[in-house]
């Protein structure tokens, strides 16, 4: 097998140590130059270089340069301070060596709340202490201008790679494009992007939504809508709704297209789940049961959309799940009794702890598959009742 690039030049500056043409304190060449020498991306030359601060070999000063350290292998004989450009012993810039050690990843996610998101922030961060990396973390609020700014900001914090749960929105974000098409190490959360060669870590939601649809069928239920905010390319959405439809088709039942009620924005970050939004989704959803009274079940895509139909159903004085049996996509904490909804329950840890770990085999100059699906599992709520 090949040596990877980043391997080739991390052995180039360490033999160059050990032969004494580099010594302690002399200034390494930058990740430009070395790009520019070896024919590689920055982000490979990065790579070496932070492989070899992780070594001990030299010292990485943000905004100065990079250094080899003192104590590094060189030969018998002279040997001189470690003094960078500016004249400074390295061993005298507080916390120089402890932040030369450690990667500076970010994280930018719309919200999160104790039903999903929270427990991402929680795994993520909780993997990054582990593996001694910093994190900084910045909300969108669902706004595209707001996930350009942070990837902006980042990026002139230097961070060494990003995490990024992506807005929703019908047209991708040309900062985050940028990231990919130059190969810098970000890794998505949640969805994915078509066409876009990015590594992405997500619920397999379409076959979660066939699971929960079918147990639906499976206790009775033939007339089932299905209800979400509009796709308009965001995969989660899109997902459990060929699953919704794989479900039917699975049952062999035929699917009555007004049953796709995908146009509810109450629950979208941009929307704040404000009183205006709401009472539309309401008016929507009171419309619908009133065209469609053979309906007696519904799936919705995510929590904060059952807790609304569950809502406007009780204040047509409809009965649940006497009247109406309702399942969703995740919930709040149910430590202590049994949940609301019967619900698929997304692995919040393993997800957010497969992004940190993608994020450094990118970082290290590694190359990993670009969709890693994580597993679920479906959990019995109160909200379903056998229809007869």
Not at 244 to 249: E, K
Not at 271 to 289: K, L, Q, W, Y
Request: overall charge negative; aromatic content about 8%; some cysteine.
């Amino acid at each position: 097998m090949d040596t990877p690039l980043y391997e080739q030049i991390y052995e180039y500056v360490l033999n160059e140590v050990k032969e004494g043409r580099l010594r302690p304190g002399d200034r390494v060449s930058s990740e430009k130059e070395l790009a520019d020498q070896f024919g590689v991306s920055r982000i490979t030359s990065k790579s070496a270089l932070e492989k070899l601060a992780q070594s001990g070999v030299v010292l990485r000063i943000k905004g100065k340069g990079t250094y080899v350290a003192e104590g590094s292998d060189a030969p018998d004989g002279d040997s001189h301070e470690s003094v960078p450009a500016n004249g400074t012993p390295a061993e005298e810039i507080p916390g120089s060596a402890a932040i030369a050690a450690k990667r500076l990843f970010g994280l930018i996610l719309p919200d999160f709340s104790e039903s999903f998101g929270l427990g991402l922030v929680y795994a993520i961060e909780e993997r990054c202490s582990e593996l001694g990396m910093r994190l900084l973390l910045k909300r969108s609020y669902g706004r595209q201008d707001e996930e350009e700014s942070a990837i902006d900001s980042f990026m002139e914090l230097g961070v060494d790679g990003l995490i990024i749960f992506p807005v929703h929105g019908e047209h991708y974000n040309t900062g985050l494009l940028r990231l990919v098409l130059n190969r810098f190490p970000v890794v998505l959360i949640d969805r994915y992007l078509k066409g876009i060669p990015a590594c992405s870590v997500y619920t397999d939601n379409r076959q979660a939504a066939q699971e929960l649809t079918s147990h639906l069928f499976q206790q009775g239920h033939k007339r089932i809508a299905f209800m979400s905010p509009p796709t308009e390319h965001t995969s989660t959405i899109e997902d459990r709704l060929n699953g919704f439809m794989d479900a039917y088709l699975a049952n062999g039942l035929l699917l009555n297209p007004q049953y796709l009620v995908t146009q509810l924005r109450s629950t979208l970050p941009t929307s704040s789940f404000n009183m205006v939004h709401i009472r539309a989704d309401e008016d929507i959803i009171r419309e619908f049961t009133q065209e469609h009274p053979e309906v007696t079940a519904f799936v919705a895509s995510e929590y904060n959309l059952a807790l609304l139909l569950w809502e406007t159903l009780t204040k047509m004085g409809r009965r649940l799940p006497d009247d109406y049996s309702v399942a969703c996509f995740d919930s709040t904490p149910h430590v202590f009794d049994v949940p609301l909804f019967t619900h698929i329950a997304q692995d919040e840890n393993m997800i957010g702890r497969t992004a940190v770990d993608i994020l450094m085999s990118q970082v290290e100059g590694e190359e990993p598959p670009l969709y890693h699906t994580v597993q679920f599992q479906m959990v019995q709520g109160r909200s379903i009742k056998k229809f007869s």
